[in-house]
C-alpha cells in the first residue's frame, strides 16, 4: 500500500498525549467518606480491577491509526485516475512484448487499483509525492494482428479535449480524444526501415512532442529459461552466439512474472531466418506460465553433463538442426508470434473519482466512529 | 478572613436574628410570650431608665432605633440544654461544610435555649449568663477540627440529669456511638440528634471513585457510572440503619440535608425549628 503522504504518520506521535490524557482521564477519583462500610459489598461486586489503560484508549489510538492512515494513504479524488511513468512504461511494455503481448501489463498508477482489471495486468501504485509527470494516456498492450498489422491497445483518462495520436515508427494513427480507451492497427514496417532490432511505439501529442514511448524488441527473443541464479551463466550465451552467428544474446536476470533468469537472444533482424522461437527448459520441460511452449527442449543441462567445449558443441548442433527445419524467418509476426488471447479490458477499468466512500474516506469515518465510541466508553468511566 | 468571620458572618447572625423574631412573634395563637421578671435578659426592647446598667443596652438595637435601648428583664425559662457535637473525621471528609454547619448550628440552639433562660454546656463546658452567649461562640471557635472516631464518645458524654441533649453528628456513626446513649437515656427528658447529610452525599459524583474512609483510612473502589443506583441503596440503607439504632437507645433523630448553598443560614437554621429541641 503506497501513501501519498507518509508525513502524516508523524501525526501518531499525538497518541502519546492521548495515552497520557485518556490514563489521567479515567484514573478513579478519590472520594472521601465517612464511612466505607455500607458500600463495602459493591466494591465486592464489581472488583477494585483498573487497567493502566483503559479500553477508551485503545479505542481512541485505533481511530487516530485509522485518521492518521487516512490523511497519509492514497486518495481516489486527489488527480487523474491514471498516470504512466514514461520509464516505467518502457519497462512495462517491453516485459509485455518479451513474454507475449497483451498478456501481461504492468500499469504504474498513482490511483487504487481498478475494479474488474484483467488478468495479467499488475497494477502498481506509486506514491503521488514521488510522481512528478503527468502522462494520461498509455499503450496497454501490443500484439500483432492480421494482415501484417499490429494491434494496439490504448487508454486515455481525463478530459483533455487534445486529440494524440500513437505512432509506429513513421506509421500515425489519430485518436479521438472522445474515447476513453480502444485498439488502433498500424501497419508492419517495412524492415529495411528498421536500422535497429528494436520498434518504437510512441503516444504523440498533437502537437507532435512524444507523450509516451513503448520500446520493444521486434525480433521476438528466444527465450531461454535457466535454473535459478543461471543468468550469471554466460557459457549459454556464448553458445547460442556460436550457433547464430551475428546474434546478440542479452540475460536479463529475473525479468518474468515468476523471478526467473531469462536469456534472450536479439537477432538483426535482416539476418534472422526465422527465429520462431528456442525455449529450453530446464530442469522442467514445460516452459513457464506466460510464455511460449518450448520447440526446443535439451534433456537436461549440457554444461552440467558434458565438459564446456562439448556442451557447447551439443547447444550447437541442436540449435542449427531446430533452425533448419524452421520456416522461413521473413513470414509475418502474426504468424510466430505468441498465440494467446488478447487481453480483455472492461468498458469502463477506472474506479469512479467521485465514488463515496473511497478507502481515505472509509479510514477517516472509522477513525472517527472510534473516537466517538472512545469518549462515550469514557464517560462511562472505562 | 479570620475564622470568626469565616465561621459567624454578619450574614448568619442576621438569619438568626430572623428565626428569633419569628420564633417571637409567631403566628396567631403561635406564639411565645415573654414573661418579665428579673433573672436574665429578655428579647423584648424597651427604653433605657434610671437604675438600668450601661451593660444592660442593646447596642445593636439602639442603632436602629437611635435611642438606647434595653432588653427587658424575662424570668429564667428553660432548665438546661446539652449540646454535644460528633467531632469525629467523618464530619469533614470533603470539605468543612458539616464542620461548619454543625458548629453554626451549635451556637444557635445555645444562643436560643440561653436567649429563653436556659442554661447550656456544649462538650463538657456549660454555660449561663449574660455573656455566655459569646462565650460559647468563643469555645466553638476554638474546637479543633474534626478528627479521630466516634469511639471516644460514649467516654465524653456525661450530661446532667434531667436535661435535653441534642445531638449533631453525620450518617456514619457506628454502634458504639448510639449505644453510648444507654446509660442516661432515662434519666434525660430528651435526647434529639441530627444527623447532617452533605450534598456531596446525596450526590456522589458519577465517576469511578476510590473512596476512602475518613476516619480508618481504608480503601475501596466503586464504580459510580454504572452503579450508581447501588451507591443510593446503601446510603439509603445507612440512614434507615442509623434510624432503628437511635430508636432502640430512646434517641429522637432526625435527618437533615444540609442546603447547598453554604451561605444559605437561613435555610440552614430551618434545621433548628424542624429539630424543636430549643
Known amino acids: 500500500m503506497w501513501f501519498d503522504s507518509p508525513f502524516s504518520f508523524f501525526a501518531l506521535l499525538g497518541l502519546i498525549p492521548w495515552f497520557y490524557w485518556t490514563s489521567r482521564a479515567t484514573r478513579p477519583r478519590e472520594w472521601l467518606v465517612g464511612s466505607i462500610e455500607p458500600f463495602l ?32 494513504g492514497p486518495r481516489a479524488a486527489s488527480g487523474p485516475p491514471l498516470q504512466i511513468q514514461g520509464n516505467q512504461a518502457e519497462g512495462v511494455m517491453r516485459q509485455a512484448f518479451d ?5 501481461f501489463v504492468q500499469i504504474v498508477s498513482t490511483q487504487p487499483q481498478p475494479i474488474s482489471l484483467p488478468p495479467r495486468v499488475e497494477w502498481q501504485i506509486i506514491p503521488g509525492w514521488a510522481n512528478d509527470f503527468a502522462d494520461r494516456a498509455a499503450i496497454l498492450s501490443v500484439r500483432p494482428a492480421s494482415a501484417g498489422r499490429w494491434a494496439i491497445h490504448w487508454a486515455k483518462v481525463g478530459s483533455s479535449p487534445d486529440p494524440f495520436f500513437i505512432s509506429l515508427l513513421d506509421h500515425d494513427v489519430r485518436v479521438a480524444s472522445s474515447e476513453k480507451q480502444g485498439i488502433v492497427y498500424l501497419p508492419h514496417p517495412d524492415k529495411d526501415d528498421i536500422r535497429s532490432s528494436d520498434l518504437l511505439f510512441e503516444i504523440k501529442r498533437s502537437n507532435g512532442k512524444p507523450w509516451q514511448s513503448a520500446w520493444s524488441t521486434y525480433s521476438l527473443p528466444l527465450p531461454l529459461f535457466l535454473l535459478p541464479h543461471a543468468d550469471k551463466n554466460y557459457e549459454w550465451r556464448d553458445a547460442l552466439e556460436a550457433a547464430l552467428p551475428g546474434s546478440r544474446a542479452n540475460i536479463f536476470g529475473g525479468l518474468t512474472m515468476h523471478g526467473t533468469p531469462i536469456l534472450t537472444i536479439r537477432t538483426d533482424l535482416q539476418r534472422v531466418k526465422a527465429p520462431a522461437g528456442l525455449a529450453i527448459a530446464q530442469p522442467t520441460p514445460q516452459a513457464p506460465e506466460g510464455f511460449l511452449t518450448a520447440d526446443l527442449i535439451f534433456d537436461g543441462d549440457p554444461f552440467e553433463q558434458c565438459a564446456p567445449m562439448d556442451a557447447a558443441a551439443q547447444v550447437a548442433k541442436e540449435v542449427r538442426a531446430w533452425m533448419a527445419t524452421t520456416p522461413d524467418g521473413n513470414r509475418d509476426p502474426s504468424d510466430w508470434w505468441p498465440v494467446t488471447e488478447p487481453a480483455v479490458w472492461p468498458e469502463n477499468i477506472w474506479p469512479d473519482p467521485d465514488a463515496w466512500p473511497t478507502q481515505a474516506n472509509a479510514f477517516l469515518l472509522a477513525g472517527f466512529l472510534l473516537f466517538g465510541a472512545a469518549f462515550v466508553l469514557m464517560h462511562r468511566g472505562r | ?48 431608665s434610671r437604675g438600668d446598667s450601661f451593660r444592660d443596652i442593646d447596642w445593636r438595637a439602639s442603632a436602629r432605633q437611635d435611642d438606647f435601648l434595653v432588653r427587658q428583664p424575662e424570668e429564667e425559662r428553660g432548665g438546661h440544654l446539652v449540646i454535644w457535637l460528633d467531632r469525629s473525621a467523618s464530619q469533614a471528609p470533603q470539605n468543612k461544610q458539616r464542620d461548619f454547619a454543625q458548629r453554626r448550628l451549635a451556637y444557635a440552639a445555645a444562643w436560643l435555649a440561653l436567649e429563653s433562660g436556659a442554661s447550656v454546656q456544649v462538650q463538657g463546658a456549660t454555660f ?29 458524654l456525661a450530661p446532667m440529669s434531667n436535661s435535653r441533649v441534642f445531638v449533631l453528628t453525620d450518617p456514619w456513626a457506628g454502634a458504639s456511638y448510639w449505644s453510648s446513649f444507654e446509660p442516661f437515656a432515662q434519666s434525660q427528658k430528651a435526647i434529639s440528634s441530627v444527623i447532617l447529610v452533605s450534598p456531596e452525599e446525596r450526590h456522589p459524583p458519577s465517576d469511578l471513585l476510590e473512596m476512602r474512609d475518613a476516619e480508618s483510612g481504608e480503601l475501596i473502589q466503586i464504580d459510580l457510572v454504572n452503579h450508581r443506583a447501588g451507591y443510593f441503596d446503601a446510603f439509603e440503607q445507612q440512614l434507615n440503619l442509623q434510624q432503628a439504632k437511635a430508636a432502640s437507645v430512646g434517641v429522637r433523630l432526625q435527618v437533615s440535608d444540609l442546603p447547598q448553598d453554604t451561605q444559605d443560614f437561613e435555610a440552614l437554621l430551618q434545621i433548628i425549628e424542624a429539630s424543636h429541641v430549643v
Not at chain 1, 483498573?50 to 485518521?67: E, F, N, Q, T
Not at chain 1, 513474454?99 to 498478456?103: F, K, M, V, Y
Not at chain 2, 438568626?16 to 428579673?38: H, I, T
Open chain 2, 1 to 48: 478572613m479570620t475564622l470568626q468571620s469565616e465561621l459567624f458572618p454578619p450574614a448568619f447572625f442576621r438569619a438568626l436574628d430572623a428565626l428569633a423574631r419569628r420564633r417571637v412573634q409567631g403566628g396567631l395563637g403561635n406564639r411565645q410570650c415573654p414573661r418579665p421578671g428579673r433573672q436574665v435578659r429578655g428579647v423584648e426592647h424597651r427604653l433605657i
Open chain 1, 41 to 72: 459489598h459493591l466494591a465486592a461486586k464489581h472488583g477494585n480491577a483498573r487497567r493502566r489503560w483503559p479500553l477508551s484508549a485503545w479505542l481512541g489510538a485505533l481511530g487516530w491509526v485509522a485518521i492518521a492512515t487516512s490523511l497519509a
Open chain 2, 128 to 156: 449561663s449568663g449574660s455573656q455566655a452567649a459569646s462565650q460559647v461562640q468563643s469555645s466553638l471557635l476554638a474546637m479543633p477540627p474534626p478528627h479521630g472516631n466516634d469511639k471516644t464518645f460514649s467516654m465524653s
Open chain 1, 99 to 103: 513474454e507475449g503481448a497483451g498478456r
